[in-house]
């Protein structure tokens, strides 16, 4: 059964259902991967150009970094990803103990709403641009990076990816997926350029570096 | 010796009489032989900016008549009727017809006066005097549709003691469009006064481009916010001795 | 706040019977220009640092056009996988032929689940079939939650640029919409406005039931919608409510993921000059898991609304290559003079005057293809190289001539005014004839060595600017010239 768009499109067009594709053109090819530690500076030099606060961190590091990061944002309630990464780093033990109460990442929306903080890993970083890639599923709930206020994501150095191309291949058969480079911006009022206005106002992006 | 057929445009045979006798001796100077054909009116762009291409057609026919004839070079001092030449002729009639071949020939051999200078003669300085500071506002369609970005001020730098200083937004239409001026005069009236802000504000005392309906614009609307200074056709300044 | 006369212009709940350019464009408030130039300048700006970056941006954007070209010669397939591919995710496929059969899908998605309350995104689609007006008339809150569009909402005016529709609107006229509308006594500080706006479109955000959106692009490959943002409001609306209903034109597709990748490096730097947005979504079907983020349900609604018909012309139709960047408007010098109101439609600038007259036919945007100097600068900028200046001329020649649609729809007074052209220009006799009386008329007029005041029609050129003398002397002096060479060689 055919539609009358269709239909008309291809009257317009001069095709018939019986009409081939012809093929695509090429391309362009995905941009060449720098050294890791030179796609890592170079990822966090575009996370300080859109106003996010990036570092490079050890295991280690993580528990005096999220003190600093809570006391900065005065934190009271967060969120976190349920995965294993964060797991093995405790991030929600080290929230417990700083007295931070905790949301489950799959609470109601409105619980949710009320977290100051939301913590997530990226799956993917594209260095280029500065962006987080993040893949949704019930362990890794959407809203933990966009209703909190503050948004830390956590980053493993094997995420790194040269281009979206490499991305998409792994990633594209996802039923959602997210780029984001920066925090929530407009500049809708007399071009004045306001972070946070429906999504985090703050990002934080920490990439783990071996010991 | 080279040879060309003068293209006078509408604007230019109504307008710069001067203009055209300074593009005679600066031409004839290089040992270029000229021949004015009589027949010649106008390329037909106001009617093709109009969007009547029939009553185009007619022109366009007008212009192959006059300058077909001779298989000689066509120079026009302007860069918009130029490219209506060059790019829009052939368009007119359908492929295949003698017309659309001639419209091709002539198309392939009709250049604006400092392109033919640059890319024919291969002159870029016509021993010219201007000891003037000078602005310089280059045309939209002689930058993009003929896509001459340099070729003016190549000329300009040659000449003895001219000094060209920057204009801001030296890109930015001036407003003029052919008819558009007169169809939406009060958009052209905003564009033309901001183009003429920023001429006063380059410092200099002399405006020079390659236009002549972009200069008309200009320099009556330098005229009107009481300006002194001057506004010329390039082809002015090259032939100041 | 607006004046009268301000309201009238700009407001555009309808589609428009006719579109009075010039009437429009002598009426515009001085501070809209002012205020659309300040962003056009920032935006200029922004691109062109952006495409210094990248060495092979014209490569780029060579493919870009290539791969739009391709798309819509083959649309027809790549609709039909798109189709099968939603589908096959869950969600759920609408063909909507025109903009009040858009409407009607939407309002039957929205009553079937007893919908009160829509939040929206960002949405040209949604505003070009005039969405909000129908769900209002039909007792249901439509809530648009892009700062800008929700300042232009409570304000009742269209955009005035496609990136940031409130540009025209000053802080202190946004804190006054804001008290009047809120009840609350608010500040005059963006960011405190921004704060404003956050709560209260928070709560919106969580009692919602539905989400309206459009779409930047739709992968055929997967079924994929691909939302472009930088607020977070597109994810709220996607992300919070039940239902997602994307409103999306048939233009909008790409054919698999490969051929996006072009397009997210072209967009964001085009528009905005941000390497990509904040927020890129990639959308396929509802949320799979039970008790995960998302919606239950979703909704693609393929609006053609004239876009079929527009691909029977091989000139026109290349206007349905744009991506929305908005960099040809950026760029326009008619467009920063008159800002986006004049132009009477959704959509404004150069692409604008491209599109309207082919959605809304020749006699009703009959004057928008000649709002244009032809001077360049758009085709210059647009990121897949629409030939807009080629474009213009070819629906000028639409207008003056007719077109399969219509009869000739310019002005009669135009019409013998070229008729009378053509003669005297291709009977190069009457030209010259008429050349030599033209100077005959300059003592009349002249004044300080220009000509003012003329009739009827050349007096809208000297209202603006004087006349430089008739000269016409070239041709006696080259004759004569002549005349004496020869002389002398013999």
Redesign the interface.
């Known amino acids: 059964m055919t539609n009358p768009t269709i239909e008309n499109i291809r009257r317009s067009l001069g095709r018939t259902d019986q009409s081939a594709l012809s093929p695509r053109p090429a391309i362009y090819p995905p941009r060449q991967t720098e050294s890791a530690a030179a796609e890592i500076d170079r990822f966090l030099r575009e996370i300080k150009k859109l106003s996010g606060v990036g570092r490079k961190l050890s295991a280690g590091d993580v528990e005096p970094a999220l003190r600093t990061l809570l006391s900065e944002q005065d934190i009271h309630t967060a969120t976190a990803w349920d995965t294993a990464f964060l797991k093995q780093l405790g991030i929600t033990e080290m929230l417990q103990a700083q007295g931070v109460k905790l949301v489950s990442p799959n609470a109601d929306k409105r619980e949710m709403a009320k977290c100051d903080l939301g913590i997530t890993e990226a799956d993917y970083v594209l260095p280029e641009t500065g962006t987080l890639v993040l893949r949704s599923s019930y362990e890794k709930p959407r809203a933990v990076s966009l209703l909190p206020r503050v948004h830390l994501a956590i980053v493993r150095p094997d995420s790194l990816r040269a281009d979206m191309h490499q991305v998409f291949a792994e990633a594209k058969h996802d039923h959602y997926l997210l780029f984001i480079t920066g925090p929530s911006r407009t500049a809708d009022i007399e071009l004045t350029v306001t972070l946070g206005v429906h999504g985090p106002r703050n990002l934080y992006v920490w990439v783990q570096t071996p010991q | 010796m080279s040879k060309a057929q003068l293209f006078l445009t509408c604007l230019g045979d109504q307008f710069y009489t001067s203009t055209l006798q300074n593009m005679v001796r600066i031409l004839e100077q290089l040992e270029v032989e000229l021949v004015v054909p009589p027949g010649q009116s106008c390329c037909g762009q106001p009617l093709s900016n109009n969007g009547f291409e029939d009553k185009t057609r007619a022109v366009a026919m007008n212009f192959l008549r006059a300058f077909g004839e001779n298989d000689a070079p066509i120079v026009a001092p302007s860069g918009s009727c130029a490219s209506m030449v060059k790019h829009h002729y052939a368009g007119l009639f359908p492929v295949g017809s003698a017309e659309h071949a001639l419209a091709l020939d002539v198309a392939a051999r009709t250049f604006e006066f400092t392109e033919f200078l640059i890319h024919q003669l291969k002159v870029t300085d016509v021993g010219a005097v201007y000891p003037h500071k000078v602005t310089y506002h280059p045309a939209c369609h002689y930058l993009r549709e003929l896509g001459l970005k340099t070729e003016a001020k190549t000329l300009l730098n040659a000449v003895q003691g001219l000094e060209l200083v920057p204009l801001r937004e030296e890109e930015t239409c001036c407003g003029f469009g052919g008819a558009f001026s007169v169809t939406y005069p009060e958009v052209s009236r905003s564009m033309m006064e901001n183009k003429v802000k920023c001429v006063m504000a380059s410092g200099a005392d002399t405006l020079v481009t390659c236009e002549p309906g972009c200069l008309m614009n200009m320099a009556g609307g330098l005229h009107k916010a009481g300006s002194n200074m001057r506004a010329l056709h390039i082809i002015d300044v090259l032939a100041s001795k | 706040m607006t004046s009268p006369l301000h309201q009238e212009l700009i407001i555009m709940s309808e589609t428009p019977s006719y579109i009075a ?2 009437e429009y ?2 009426r515009v408030p001085a501070s809209i ?1 002012a205020a659309v130039q ?2 056009t300048e ?1 935006f200029v700006a922004g691109r062109a640092a952006r495409v210094g970056e990248l060495p ?1 941006w014209e ?2 954007r060579q ?1 870009g056009s ?2 739009r070209q ?1 798309t819509l ?5 790549y ?2 996988r798109l189709e099968a591919a939603v589908l096959s ?1 869950g969600g759920h496929v609408h ?1 909507a ?1 025109s903009g009040e059969q858009a409407r009607q899908i939407v309002l039957q998605i929205a009553q079937a689940n007893s919908v009160k309350a829509v939040v929206k995104s960002k949405s040209m689609a949604t505003e070009e079939i005039h969405l909000n007006d129908a769900l209002e008339e039909a007792g249901i809150e439509a809530l648009e ?4 569009e929700y ?1 232009i909402q409570l304000a009742g005016t269209g955009p005035s640029h496609i990136i ?4 025209h ?3 202190e006229e ?1 804190a006054a919409l804001f008290s009047k509308h809120l009840g609350i006594d608010a500040p005059t500080d ?2 405190e ?2 704060r404003i ?2 709560e209260t ?2 709560e919106k ?2 009692s919602a039931q539905m989400g309206i959106t459009g779409g930047n692009f739709l992968i055929a ?2 079924g ?1 919608l691909v939302m472009v943002t ?4 597109g ?2 609306c996607t ?2 409510p039940d239902l997602h209903v994307a409103v999306v034109g ?1 233009d909008k597709v790409v ?8 397009f ?2 072209l967009l964001a730097r085009s528009a905005t000059g ?16 039970e ?4 919606p239950k349900e979703f909704h693609l609604v ?1 609006l ?1 609304n004239g876009r ?5 012309d091989p000139v026109g139709r290349d206007v349905l290559k744009c991506i929305r960047c908005g960099a040809c408007a950026n760029v326009c ?2 467009y920063k ?2 800002g986006g109101f004049a132009y009477g439609s959704f959509i404004s600038g150069p692409i604008g005057a491209i599109l309207s007259p082919q959605m809304l036919g020749t006699q009703a945007a009959r004057e928008l ?9 758009c ?2 900028v647009c990121p897949v190289k629409i030939p807009i200046p080629t474009i213009l ?1 070819h ?7 007719g077109d399969e649609f219509s009869e000739p729809t ?1 002005s009669l007074p ?1 019409r013998a005014t ?2 009378l ?2 003669l ?5 006799w009457i ?2 004839f008429g ?1 030599r009386l ?1 100077p005959a008329i300059n003592p009349f007029f002249r004044r ?1 060595g ?1 000509l003012s005041g003329l009739p009827y ?2 007096s ?2 000297t ?13 006696q ?2 004759r004569a010239r002549s005349a004496e060479r020869k002389g002398e060689k013999r």
């Open positions: 350019f010039e464009s002598e220009p300040q962003a920032r092979q490569e780029l493919i290539d791969i391709h010669e083959n649309l027809d397939i609709l039909a995710a063909w032929g939650t892009d700062l800008g300042i940031v529709p409130a540009v609107l000053t802080k946004v963006p960011t406005l921004a706006a956050r479109l928070r955000f969580l490959e997967s994929t930088n607020e977070g409001n994810r709220m992300t919070m048939i054919p698999d993921w490969e051929s996006l990748t072009v997210l490096k941000q390497k990509l947005s904040t927020y890129t979504q990639f959308i396929t079907g509802p949320r799979r898991a008790g995960e983020f998302g393929l053609d079929s018909k527009i691909l029977s010098p008619v003079n008159v293809p000649f709002a244009s100097t032809l001077c360049g600068a085709a210059e001329l629906l000028r020649r639409r207008v003056a001539e310019i135009l070229a008729a052209a053509s005297a220009l291709a009977w190069n030209y010259r050349a033209l300080d220009w029609p050349i809208r050129w209202k603006v600017r004087p006349l430089p003398s008739f000269g016409s002397r070239f041709r002096w080259w």
